[in-house]
């Protein structure tokens, strides 16, 4: 069974702290990998990831996928109160019609 | 379990036709959220709903309409479908606050418009 596992499921660090929040996933005919930030009203599209050992970068954000060992971290440096999310890690498979799996998230709180 | 349920993981249809994307939750949920996903674009919102026969748009909502008859059922409508319609949609639902930044997602359904 196609499944995608995150970790930590909640975490809370200080303002300025870097934090790593894990993605590992087992699935057949893998697409991409894609990570999200969730808040009050709909996920926010951050990364797309289909090519091991590129690192991708946005700001403070960066995440890195190994299609070997089969996961991807995303790590935020320098952490704001703003970053408090949840943060969604999905798979897109290519099978006879597309699909995408989304992992459970990981809660993210960052305190003054 | 949560469990969110799309009536259909693949979709075929012509260009004008009406399409229905049906989605159902059975968590007793307020929220309900329709989302396409396209390639290198992400996650897009189209429209939602936060009550039966309540519904506020997205993202995108051109070219598509929505109800809310009841509160486990969410259905998306194509009112006439155009080939850049041809997507993965999919559909969510979240709980009341003051859990409701945790949406839970159904399989999709991958349409096609010809």
């Known amino acids: 069974e196609d499944k995608v596992v995150q970790s930590p499921l909640s975490l809370v660090v200080h303002e300025g702290d870097t934090v790593t929040l894990n993605c590992s996933y087992e699935v057949t005919n893998f697409r991409s990998l894609l990570w999200y930030k969730q808040e009050k009203k709909a996920p926010t599209f951050l990364f797309m990831l289909t090519s091991s050992g590129i690192e991708k970068k946005s700001g403070r954000l960066s995440s890195i996928l190994d299609k070997k060992e089969l996961f991807s971290i995303l790590n935020i440096t320098a952490t704001q109160t703003g970053d408090s999310a949840i943060y969604l890690c999905?798979?897109?498979?290519?099978?006879?019609?597309?699909?995408?799996?989304f992992g459970p998230g990981t809660s993210l709180s960052v305190i003054p | 379990d949560v469990k969110v349920t799309q009536s259909s993981r693949y979709l075929v249809k012509r260009t004008g036709e009406k399409v229905f994307l049906e989605c159902v939750q059975d968590?007793?949920?307020?929220?309900m959220f329709w989302y396409r996903q396209d390639p290198g674009l992400g996650l897009r919102l189209i429209y939602f709903?936060?009550?039966?026969?309540?519904?506020e748009k997205g993202d995108i909502p051109e070219g598509y309409s929505v109800s809310r008859e009841k509160k486990e059922r969410f259905s998306l409508i194509l009112e006439s479908a155009s080939t850049n319609q041809t997507s993965m949609y999919l559909c969510a639902s979240s709980p009341p606050p003051p859990n409701q930044e945790t949406q839970y997602f159904g399989p999709g359904t991958r349409l096609l418009v010809l």
């Open positions: 968590m007793d949920h307020e929220n």
């Open positions: 709903s936060y009550d039966v026969k309540m519904k």
């Open positions: 999905a798979v897109e498979l290519s099978t006879s019609y597309d699909k995408v799996i």
